[in-house]
């Protein structure tokens, strides 16, 4: 059974730092795409981050380009976002997800989330 | 970036009953769209994929459609654990981008 499972998530304030992992098992972890989504509280989802099954290409949003750091360890099946220069604005539930095998930012299976709060 | 609007952002139907969700994109998108089921308070679960692949384990009562900018998502004889609310997202183009979301209640 594939399973995500987010750790990391918390209350920050602005212009702080905080680092999400995503343990994957029950997949070859090495072989897919992975990436982040969030979604703000009471809102829709949005794409933050991917990353390719090797890590050799990384891709960003435009709103966290040059703040967050997207990156994995497939010796520990474990992906990783770093969130510098935190805002009130990249307050949400960060899911870690998986890319479809065949089709690229499909993402086929989810973790359960990490709540991250950006306040003072 | 392309932008999707879903239609309706609500709606309640009744159990039995067959349920359309649409979805628009803002351009051509040529089939790079898939569907999402999101439960209360759990995470968002694959559905559909290129406009009307059925993901692994997901019951044949869902069904996607359409093409260009039109995409629809049907639910045929609801059932009561179809109760969340359902996302579409287009990936035919970088950045990948969902809709606002439809909220699915019961009658």
């Known amino acids: 059974e594939v399973q995500l499972v987010e750790s990391g998530g918390g209350l920050v304030q602005p212009g702080r730092s905080l680092k999400l992992s995503c343990a994957a098992s029950?997949?070859?972890?090495?072989?897919?795409?992975m990436a982040w989504v969030r979604q703000a509280p009471t809102k829709g989802l949005e794409w933050v981050a991917t990353i390719s099954y090797d890590g050799s290409s990384t891709y960003y949003r435009d709103s966290v380009k040059g703040r967050f750091t997207i990156s994995r360890d497939n010796a520990k099946s474990t992906l990783y976002l770093q969130m510098d220069s935190l805002r009130s604005e990249d307050t949400a539930t960060y899911y870690c997800?998986?890319?479809?095998?065949?089709?690229?930012?499909?993402?086929?299976?989810w973790g359960q989330g990490a709540s991250v709060t950006v306040s003072s | 970036d392309i932008q999707m609007t879903q239609s309706p952002a609500s709606l309640s139907a009744s159990l039995g009953e067959t349920v359309t969700i649409e979805c628009r994109a803002s351009e051509d998108i040529y089939n790079g769209l898939a569907w999402y089921q999101q439960k209360p308070g759990k995470s968002p679960q694959l559905l559909i994929y290129n406009a009307n692949s059925l993901h692994t384990g997901v019951p044949s009562r869902f069904s996607g459609s359409g093409s260009g900018t039109q995409y629809s998502l049907k639910i045929n004889s609801l059932q009561s654990e179809d109760v969340a609310s359902y996302f579409c997202?287009?990936?035919?183009?970088?950045?990948?981008?969902f809709g606002a979301g439809t909220k699915l209640e019961l009658k």
């Open positions: 029950g997949f070859t972890f090495s072989n897919y795409g």
């Open positions: 997800a998986r890319h479809h095998y065949y089709s690229p930012y499909v993402m086929d299976a």
């Open positions: 997202q287009q990936y035919y183009d970088y950045p990948p981008t």
